[in-house]
């Protein structure tokens, strides 16, 4: 739902050339040096980059889904360490806030997510629960006014720069399930928090994720998000239906990088006698990963006005994520390939986000999640 074409255009134009200028150069230094540089990140905070998402009223930029996620696309034409960095600001990180805080709680910390003053980083996957989110484990017993807060989380992106982490914890461990679940803002200074070395991964180098251990941290029961324990699984819920479309507009944005590196290096590498665009098979990778690309970008649009039309997206969510994540997976593949030899060096940028790419389908809910969400939905609907 695009409320003004011509602002959203030309912020997409300034976005557009802040990739191809600053973050396409600067793609090596970050994989080398696994940080993203520091004048960089103040450009994005200049640019409103990290508040996107959020409401103009707390300072952000209000964007509706469909803008946020041709934003998203635009992003995705560079390493998806930039994108992660301002990413959990804009989703994950503060999506919970938006959706479900009280009053005081937006305007207490969406106005520091907006400028980035704040990072927000979401704890819900753990040591033993990974897709099976209703079933964590994490501990928040009430003492007076407050928490008391035990468990560790896992793999939590932007954990060790956040300045808060939104928290699913169980607050009535006698129920089983996702009723007992409630969703916790807790400051990163708190005591009983200590934060575990950098994940070392596959690909992503820029983007940051370690554990984050709760020992005893009290935290003020007024944190729970809405003021009302028990609601923090569907809170998740909501939160996780915006990101995977995010998700997938990000997948779109790379297809479509990775295809333009693929047709760039098939019309300069000659091979018997010609350039290699002009071999059939070659044609044929190309082709098959333009129509994939255009047909996941076609999904992510349709279900992103739906939602700002405010019908539930659930399932439509989750079919996007399933068919972008793998969608980008295979173009990554068909640019290698094409690439030859050269595609298996770090010199050729689809060497790198070929490794990249491959995390798309692991979080915000795995492949397998999706299809069970989308088999499952499919089956109520008809009941």
Do not use: W
Not at 130 to 148: M, P, R
Not at 162 to 186: L, N, Y
């Amino acid at each position: 739902m695009i409320r003004d074409q011509e602002m959203l255009n030309q912020f997409l134009d300034s976005i557009s050339k802040f990739v191809r200028e600053r973050l396409v150069p600067a793609e090596n230094e970050v994989a080398e040096s696994d940080a993203i540089p520091d004048d960089i990140v103040q450009e994005m905070k200049a640019m409103g980059l990290f508040g996107m998402t959020i409401p103009q009223e707390y300072d952000g930029l209000g964007l509706t889904m469909e803008e946020e996620a041709l934003v998203a696309i635009e992003l995705g034409r560079t390493s998806p360490a930039f994108r992660s960095l301002i990413g959990t600001n804009n989703g994950i990180g503060s999506a919970a806030i938006v959706f479900d805080g009280t009053e005081k709680q937006k305007q207490t910390y969406l106005p520091k997510y907006a400028s980035g003053e704040l990072i927000g980083a979401f704890c819900l996957t753990e040591p033993d629960v990974g897709s099976d989110a209703s079933a964590v484990k994490t501990t928040a017993i009430k003492q007076g006014d407050k928490y008391i807060l035990n468990g560790t989380k896992r793999y939590i992106t932007n954990a060790p720069r956040a300045g808060t982490f939104t928290v699913m914890a169980r607050t009535d461990p006698s129920i089983k399930g996702a009723k007992g679940i409630s969703a916790f803002i807790v400051d990163a200074s708190t005591p009983g928090i200590t934060l575990g070395p950098k994940d070392k991964k596959m690909g992503q180098q820029g983007s940051h994720t370690c554990d984050v251990i709760f020992e005893n941290c009290h935290v003020p029961a007024e944190n729970i998000i809405g003021g009302v324990a028990g609601k923090g699984f569907i809170t998740s819920m909501k939160v996780l239906d915006r990101g995977r479309l995010h998700i997938s507009a990000l997948s779109v944005g790379i297809a479509e990088r990775l295809i333009d590196d693929a047709l760039r290096y098939a019309i300069d590498r000659t091979q018997f006698g010609k350039p290699i665009a002009e071999h059939q098979m070659i044609q044929v990778m190309l082709a098959d990963s333009k129509a994939e690309a255009y047909a996941a970008k076609c999904m992510v649009l349709d279900a992103a006005r739906q939602k700002d039309l405010g019908k539930k997206i659930t399932t439509e969510a989750s079919c996007c994520k399933l068919f972008a994540t793998e969608m980008v997976g295979r173009v990554a593949d068909k640019a290698v390939q094409i690439h030859g030899g050269a595609g298996y060096i770090s010199e050729y940028a689809v060497e790198r986000l070929y490794r990249d790419v491959r995390l798309f389908r692991l979080y915000e809910g795995t492949t397998q999640i999706q299809q069970m969400i989308i088999a499952k939905n499919m089956i109520k609907d008809i009941q």
